[in-house]
């Protein structure tokens, strides 16, 4: 019977910022391994189970439909407040439940950094599939809500596929940054939260953009679409509901989160070699 030996080199002088896509690829069996263990641990052991993904974006549709739809009465070109905000709030839920996992994803993982090679990366990746659970449960809502108030998507929903996809690199562009700053700066664990809260309220999940945009002076309108998200909730929204078309800024939101996604990969890959050292 013939064996076959597997050796793997690990050189030193490597480019510390070379990303080797193949590398990636190889552990892909620990990356599904990873997202299927988040998965059994998030939900193990608890009355409700997969019933709290359904929980947080419905407590938060319901708040803001009674805040926002009720009290503040917000524009929405006569489209029903909570099918507004449920495209808002969908996209949102997916992103700072990323955020979130992925900030501290590599101290939750510090002994197996300290005792196996591995690429880092992969443990802020895994957290993206996770999050599709979450996704696809605020997905379900939207769905219902479109039945119950009889609204048919537009059809710009073609295009959905492409804001899904740049929603997933936003979270992760945000996420790999906050995973690579914690590990050199424990006080980033204690940010992440309070960068979630408010970016609730900095993103047009309970307001439009347009709204913004016609009361706030031209650099105000240019600091709001710094924010990564502002462009996928505009999209989203356009995608479903139609109406206008996006701001002249929205290029702007999505150059930011491209900048922040290759700028947040080589920022971690500068910082991988000396992980398990400073974790």
């Known amino acids: 019977m013939s064996k076959h030996v597997y050796k793997l080199t690990v050189d030193a002088s490597d480019p510390a910022l070379k990303l080797n896509l193949k590398e990636l690829f190889r552990y892909k069996d620990l990356f599904f391994v990873l997202a299927y263990r988040d998965l059994r641990v998030r939900y193990a052991q608890t009355f409700l189970g997969l019933l709290w993904a359904f929980i947080q974006p419905a ?25 507004f905000a449920i495209t808002g709030i969908s996209v949102w839920t997916y992103f700072s439940f990323v955020l979130s996992q992925s900030g501290t994803s590599l101290i939750g993982a510090q002994d197996m950094v300290k005792k196996i090679y591995f690429p880092r990366l992969v443990i802020p990746l895994s957290k993206a599939v996770v999050g599709l659970v979450d996704f696809g449960v605020a997905i379900l809502i939207l769905i219902a809500l479109f039945f119950y108030y009889g609204i048919m998507p537009t059809a710009n929903i073609i295009f959905l596929p492409a804001f899904i996809i740049l929603l997933i690199i936003a979270a992760l562009a945000v996420g790999i940054w906050f995973s690579a700053l914690t590990i050199r700066f424990r006080d980033f664990q204690y940010v992440v939260p309070f960068l979630v809260q408010f970016g609730l ?53 999505v150059a930011v989160i491209f900048i922040l996604f290759v700028g947040g990969v080589y920022y971690f890959k500068s910082l991988e070699k000396t992980m398990a050292d400073i974790i």
């Open 59 to 83: 407590t938060t549709l319901l708040i803001i439909s009674v805040v926002f739809g009720k009290l503040v009465n917000v524009d929405t070109n006569g489209v029903p407040y909570p099918v």
């Open 201 to 253: 309220y900095i993103t047009p999940i309970a307001y439009s953009s347009q709204t913004v945009s016609n009361n706030l002076p031209e650099w105000a309108s240019i600091l709001f679409y710094l924010n990564p998200m502002t462009s996928i909730v505009d999209g989203f929204r356009w995608c479903l509901l139609g109406g206008s078309v996006p701001s002249d800024y929205f290029w702007l939101s």
